[in-house]
């Protein structure tokens, strides 16, 4: 079962069970997989990667939403926010720990034969593309620059 079909199953159940939450997320995830598969020069489908970092990019914004709120003291508009980014995670594959992507980056970094900083962005398109959908940027570039320095 693809990434977009079980959306869609879940979209179908959380209309059944009335769960407006889960409704938003889902129809918010739905209609990002739409525009980038209509956008021009796109292909009809998108590969299983594209699909994460949609995915990913959605649940990134919810959580920066989130974060602006609860600064603003507003809870009431943090809740929701966060509720939607745990939906959205449950399509995307477990997190690694950083001692995890640590062990990745150190690997890549020993292939390539990284000496510093000059070569950061070499590291990080081998790592986010070896880690997708499991690590997040910023953490994998936090890592990154950490062993590179």
Excluded: C, H, W
Excluded at 1 to 16: C, F, G, R, V
Excluded at 26 to 46: F, H, N, P, W
Excluded at 62 to 76: F, N, P, T, V
Excluded at 126 to 132: D, F, G, N, R
């Amino acid at each position: 079962m693809s990434l977009q079909e079980k959306i869609m199953s879940s979209l179908k159940d959380a209309m059944k069970a009335k769960d407006q939450t889960a409704l938003t997320a889902l129809r918010a995830v739905k209609s990002a997989i739409l525009l980038a598969q209509t956008e021009d020069g796109a292909q009809t489908e998108l590969s299983e990667e594209q699909e994460l970092k949609i995915l990913q990019k959605q649940v990134k914004q919810r959580r920066d939403s989130a974060a602006i709120y609860q600064a603003q003291g507003r809870e009431d508009l943090a809740a929701p926010e966060l509720a939607e980014a745990e939906i959205i995670s449950q399509f995307l594959p477990v997190a690694l720990s950083d001692e995890d992507v640590e062990k990745v980056v150190v690997n890549i970094i020993n292939q390539v034969g990284a000496q510093g900083m000059k070569d950061m962005g070499k590291v990080m398109g081998l790592v986010s593309k070896e880690l997708a959908g499991q690590a997040d940027g910023k953490t994998i570039s936090n890592i990154v620059k950490a062993k590179l320095s």
